[in-house]
């Protein structure tokens, strides 16, 4: 079964609006997520490091006032696309860092619609 | 980060089978080789991953070359739905543990 949830698995939204986006490791503790985007066609694209109790790391080039992320437990990040307009239309993919096995495992995705 | 090359795409019939080669050349010490494959439309799902030794679970085979410079995953009995896009990726302590993903290798696994 899944170790990793997301949630919603789709969202369509209007332009100007914005958007979060949950990520949970359901039987382990992660200090440590990542959120990726994939564009159609192409491969996944990491866009930050989620760290618990501190600020994200976000990869160069990706706006950090854009794409908000929150990591406030060890099983739980969010990413919050704010304002969200029709080129942020994208598959959006969490995953969660199990140390004790040396295991990152991936969410399902969430794929979001801006109108 | 060290980078991995692989084949774009591979057929295998359905029951044989599959190997799937990826190179990383300029992997270091203390990098695993970890494979990922994405279904349409899914996260990745987790195959195997290796340091030095050969692995084998219940879902594939990874076998590295003693230099570490390439690596096989070997799905033993392809079956339709193994039809992916197959990452191999490099990645260790030295880069916080992130996944830089390629472009991957496409399977399609034919009846």
């Known amino acids: 079964g899944a170790v990793v949830s997301q949630h919603p698995s789709r969202v369509i939204c209007k332009s100007g609006t914005s958007v979060k986006i949950e990520c949970r490791s359901l039987d382990f503790q992660a200090t440590t997520m990542f959120w990726y985007r994939q564009f159609p066609k192409q491969s996944l694209m990491l866009m930050a490091t989620s760290n618990e109790g501190s600020k994200a790391t976000y990869e160069q080039g990706v706006e950090k006032d854009k794409f908000l992320i929150n990591h406030a437990s060890l099983t739980l990040s969010t990413l919050t696309v704010t304002s969200a307009h029709p080129e942020d239309s994208s598959f959006y993919i969490c995953?969660?860092?199990?140390?004790?096995?040396?295991?990152?495992?991936f969410g399902a995705g969430t794929r979001l619609s801006v109108l | 980060d060290a980078k991995t090359t692989q084949p774009p795409s591979m057929d295998c019939a359905e029951g044989r089978a599959a190997n799937l080669p990826c190179n990383h050349s300029?992997?270091?010490?203390?990098?695993?080789v970890y494979w990922y494959r994405q279904i349409h439309s899914q996260g990745p799902q987790y195959i195997i991953h290796g340091l030095k030794n050969n692995e084998t679970n219940e879902m594939a085979s990874l076998i590295i070359t003693e230099d570490r410079k390439s690596s096989t995953l070997i799905l033993p009995h392809a079956t339709l739905r193994d039809t992916a896009v197959y990452y191999c990726?490099?990645?260790?302590?030295?880069?916080?543990?992130?996944?830089?993903f390629g472009q991957g290798t496409t399977l399609q696994v034919k009846p």
């Open positions: 300029t992997i270091s010490g203390n990098e695993y």
């Open positions: 995953s969660a860092d199990r140390v004790d096995k040396n295991i990152q495992y």
């Open positions: 990726i490099v990645s260790g302590s030295s880069n916080t543990g992130k996944l830089i």
